[in-house]
């Protein structure tokens, strides 16, 4: 059992209990999943709960939320979802799903879309089936589920077909839509906001919110220190002075994803080495590679 130091100012409560953990359970503890709020989730959260509330009509309102690959869009829809969970209908046998999360099919495809939806709701059906029936099945299911908002992940897939191919799929989506009367968030890169940009009719239905990458500021400091208040380490590791922010940044290229990464192993190790903070000398000894490293071949 590790040793409690006096002062646990530099933690929160979850991480001061968590200081009382064996090494191995304080690793476990790093290495599970934690939310950690900023200004720019929040407005994307907010917006989401707004869309969600929304008054069924014939135009609805959509969104799409683009960033880059690891900068946290599957995070704030994740944390988005545990708020609206499926659940029983204590009224009837009926599963209620609030919020359909779906993966774009990896080209443009009518079929192959209601085949994907179709499958994640366990619906029975036959591929051969013409799209026109399987989406009638759709429809049905989703009434009865009283679903209020679809929300496509890898949205970009789109740009896998040619241009006509990406209008009919984008008029697909936003038939299933308007015959549901519910919002459509899109989830995906910047390929999906240029692909919308191609049709005005299409782009004007599409609110987009960009999760930009981190840039040295007080936001980012403030991020810095809400992750040193979740790790449970005994030593303060003043995560947002400038050698060791600096660091961070260039490491993770301002990606919050690699930002929690590069934080997570050098928490584990400085657990692992006895040194219990971060420092320059841990992030320097961690092999990292950063992002725009990793698909060149090596040397």
């Not at 879309?113 to 619906?123: F, H, K, N, R, V």
């Not at 995906?188 to 782009?203: C, M, Y």
């Amino acid at each position: 059992m590790t040793t409690i130091p006096a002062t646990t100012d530099h933690l929160n409560e979850i991480a001061q209990a968590a200081l009382g953990l064996a090494d191995s359970e304080r690793i476990d503890h790093i290495n599970s999943e934690h939310w950690i709020r900023y200004t720019r989730a929040d407005e994307i959260l907010d917006k989401l709960e707004y869309l969600f509330a929304f008054p069924r009509k014939h135009r609805m309102p959509n969104l799409l939320i683009v960033g880059d690959t690891n900068n946290g869009k599957t995070m704030i829809v994740n944390r988005f979802l545990k708020k609206h969970k499926a659940h029983d209908n204590i009224e009837s046998d009926a599963i209620m799903l609030p919020v359909f999360v779906i993966q774009a099919p990896p080209i443009p495809d009518e079929a192959r879309l209601y085949d994907e939806m179709l499958i994640q709701l366990s619906a029975p059906f036959k591929f051969s089936e013409k799209p026109s029936k399987k989406l009638f099945q759709l429809l049905c299911i989703l009434e009865q589920t009283n679903t209020r908002m679809l929300v496509i992940d890898e949205i970009h897939n789109i740009i896998a077909g040619n241009l006509s191919r990406q209008r009919a799929f984008l008029n697909v989506l936003k038939n299933l839509c308007n015959k549901l009367k519910i919002p459509l968030v899109g989830v995906g890169t910047e390929d999906a906001f240029n692909a919308l940009s191609t049709d005005p009719q299409l782009s004007n239905r599409f609110e987009p919110m960009s999760l930009p990458r981190w840039i040295n500021n007080e936001e980012y400091w403030r991020l810095l220190a809400s992750f040193e208040l979740m790790l449970p380490l005994k030593k303060a590791s003043g995560l947002i002075e400038p050698p060791i922010a600096d660091k961070i940044l260039m490491m993770s290229e301002g990606i919050i994803g690699e930002i929690s990464n590069v934080l997570t192993r050098a928490a584990v190790t400085a657990i692992k080495d006895g040194q219990e903070q971060i420092t320059l000398k841990t992030l320097k000894s961690l092999k990292w590679i950063q992002p725009s490293e990793r698909n060149r071949p090596p040397l």
